[in-house]
């Protein structure tokens, strides 16, 4: 598939001499808004393209790139909502920061949806809770998948809005991968947010906002308002090529079978790996670092280990040897008391 604004940028052939920003001099690719480049802003040249075929593959009216990480696109969605007359949201209670923030910055009610814990991990909001919560609000917004690797009730979601006439917004800050599946929110949101940078190969910041029907034009004022006016190529290049990037079905095997191999947490999704440690997890993680392996977090409980369709079969290897290395028996024994959850729906 083409890629238009890497395209653009290595066609740049001959003399450059900068007289436009950045201050660097030194443009490569990290070039501005110029006559041949397009403009984030008014697109409609090479980015146009690329969100045109950006939002074909994620099943969206219209899909917005950004270089400000997918806080740019939750806020955006939620200046979409508060523009549609919507005047409370319930979230869960574990939402991110930004939700929380954005619901303050735009004078939203935030009705928490309350959430269990088990063996030390947020559980998904059971959907008895969603529609508890969903009565004292006008819209919901759901993460999916969260941190730990598991989906939301999507479909119970979705239902609920429907019986209640009311938006559903979901944070893919860790889905952008799922586009492939009938698990990604595109296939149940109004409008969402898929965080590129965290599990598909672009730049960090790099995400993208999408809507369906009617949202699109209320999102596309949004993210007039939220994203930068100065926005990065490279990082705009690199999420066009993301979202390209084919599904690495080999290394998704993979990860469910380490995840098997190793008594790893039954999530749902094969890019989060979680360890559990117990009273060992800071030790398995210095050892871990020791031997030049960085995970993605050591919460105490467990180690999670991110992976993304260019995580190689090599790499998984080393990991798993070092695991057993570090002694499974010893690891296992000492997690968490109580059975790991399985508390969301299977793909
Ligand atoms: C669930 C969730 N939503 C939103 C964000 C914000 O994403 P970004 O850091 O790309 O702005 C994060 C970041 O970690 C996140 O975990």
Redesign the pocket.
């Known amino acids: 598939m083409k890629l238009h604004i890497a395209e653009m940028l290595r066609a740049q052939k001959g003399e450059h001499l900068s007289f436009h920003t950045p201050g660097h001099k030194r443009p490569g690719a990290d070039i501005t808004e110029l006559s041949y480049s397009d403009n984030l802003y008014a697109p409609s040249g090479v980015i146009a393209r690329a969100e045109e075929d950006v939002a074909k593959i994620l099943g969206a009216a219209r899909s917005f790139l950004l270089t400000d ?3 740019a696109g ?1 806020y955006s969605m939620l200046y979409a909502l508060r523009s549609a007359d919507v005047r409370s949201l319930a979230a869960p209670r574990f939402s ?1 920061p ?1 939700v929380l923030h954005a619901c303050e910055v735009l004078g939203l009610e935030y009705v928490p949806i309350e959430q269990e814990t088990r063996c030390g991990i947020p559980v998904q909001p059971s959907e008895a809770a969603m529609e508890c919560a969903l009565k004292n609000a006008d819209a919901l917004l759901l ?1 999916s998948p969260d ?1 730990y690797g598991f989906f939301a009730l999507l479909e119970a979601a979705r239902a609920l809005c429907d019986g209640q006439k009311k938006p559903l917004a979901v ?1 893919g ?2 889905g952008s991968h799922l586009h492939f599946t009938r698990r990604h929110a595109g296939k149940f949101a109004d409008m969402w947010v898929d ?1 590129v ?1 965290k599990s598909l190969p672009a730049l960090t ?1 790099g ?1 993208v906002v999408s809507a369906k029907g009617e949202w699109a034009e209320r999102l596309h004022e949004g993210v007039l308002r939220f994203r930068t006016t100065s926005p990065s190529y490279p990082i705009m290049a690199s999420v066009e090529y993301a979202v390209k990037y084919p599904r690495n079905e080999k290394i998704e095997a993979l990860s469910e079978a380490f995840k098997r191999r190793h008594g790893c947490v039954e999530n749902d999704d094969w890019t989060k790996i979680l360890l559990p440690c117990g009273a060992r997890c800071a030790a398995a993680n210095a050892f871990f670092e020791q031997n030049g392996v960085y995970p993605e977090f050591a919460d105490g409980n467990y180690i999670m280990f991110y992976l993304s369709p260019c995580t190689k079969e090599s790499e998984l290897q080393r990991l798993s040897a070092l695991v057993d290395f570090f002694g499974r028996g010893a690891v296992k024994s000492e997690a968490p008391a109580g059975s790991i959850p399985i508390y969301s729906e299977k793909r």
């Open positions: 990480g997918s806080t939750v991110h930004c993460t941190y944070d800050a860790h965080g940078h910041q995400a």
